[in-house]
């Protein structure tokens, strides 16, 4: 089993940047992706990345946030443009891809389909 380790995170005042790592020991899936989790609030997916490199991102980060994967063995997500509701716990995760017929895909909503995660980094955003 893959082991994840991130790294990266911190804080920081609104409207500044964080670029979160992600170190992958192992075989990573197809799908890779960040999620977050705020105290009192279900994780939810910040974005998710293909091996081929297609990404997908939640409303509240697009524009602001930037997923990248790094041969497949190092995951990242630039984070500009902070702001206080972005504060969280950040994991990052691996899993296998979501097919609708021959098309593969990463879903954020699928959270429960990613089979190994980090111990996640803390991001605090202050206003």
């Known amino acids: 089993q893959v082991h994840l380790v991130e790294s990266g995170g911190g804080s920081v005042q609104s409207g500044g940047s964080l670029r979160l790592s992600c170190a992958a020991s192992?075989?990573?899936?197809?799908?890779m992706g960040w999620f977050r989790q705020a105290p009192g609030k279900e994780r939810e997916g910040v974005a998710t990345i293909t091996r081929t490199g297609k990404t997908n991102y939640a409303d509240s980060v697009k524009g602001r946030f930037t997923i990248s994967r790094d041969n497949a063995q190092t995951l990242y997500l630039q984070m500009n443009s902070l702001k206080p509701e972005d504060t969280a716990m950040y994991y990052c995760a691996t899993g296998p891809a979501y097919y609708i017929g021959a098309d593969a895909y990463c879903p954020r909503y699928r959270k429960f389909d990613y089979n190994s995660w980090g111990q996640g980094t803390q991001v605090t955003v202050s206003s």
């Open positions: 192992g075989h990573t899936d197809y799908c």
